[in-house]
């Protein structure tokens, strides 16, 4: 049951993962991030996930154009390198996958900025 919990709060931006919740250094960095740049929970949960911690870094990352990857493109990642790791025998066809993964994560991001600024 606390897992189900944890899945659909991270899909909300309430918990790092589906694994953890967020530490505190995490969870003040998200309510700053929601707080003085604008951003809804989800997308700042994205951007610290992804390294982005205070509002500096974020206007950094706004400058570069970066598209930090989603919660669902970072656990995907995270299962093909650890089926690596173990050696399972499994193949993955990543670059494909990978490309289009990207693609969606920049469209979506794209997405997300055209309707904060409307």
Same mark, same amino acid.
């Given at each position: ?5 944890l899945?659909?709060?991270?899909s ?10 967020? !530490?505190a250094e995490?969870?003040?960095s998200l309510? !700053? ?7 809804k929970?989800?997308?700042a ?8 911690i !205070?509002p500096d870094?974020?206007?950094?990352a ?9 919660l ?8 093909i390198?650890?089926s690596?790791k173990?050696?399972t025998?499994?193949k993955?066809?990543?670059?494909p996958e990978?490309?289009k993964a ?9 997405? !997300?900025?055209?309707?904060?600024k409307?």
């Amino acid at each position: 049951m606390a897992q189900q919990d944890l899945v659909k709060l991270a899909s909300q931006g309430r918990a790092y993962s589906s694994g953890r919740a967020w !530490t505190a250094e995490e969870l003040e960095s998200l309510i !700053t991030l929601e707080r003085e740049c604008g951003l809804k929970r989800d997308i700042a949960a994205d951007y610290i996930r992804n390294g982005v911690i !205070t509002p500096d870094e974020y206007e950094k990352a706004q400058k570069a154009d970066f598209a930090p990857k989603s919660l669902e493109v970072l656990q995907a990642e995270s299962v093909i390198e650890h089926s690596k790791k173990v050696r399972t025998g499994l193949k993955f066809d990543e670059a494909p996958e990978k490309a289009k993964a990207e693609k969606e994560v920049v469209k979506k991001a794209a997405d !997300t900025k055209a309707k904060d600024k409307e």
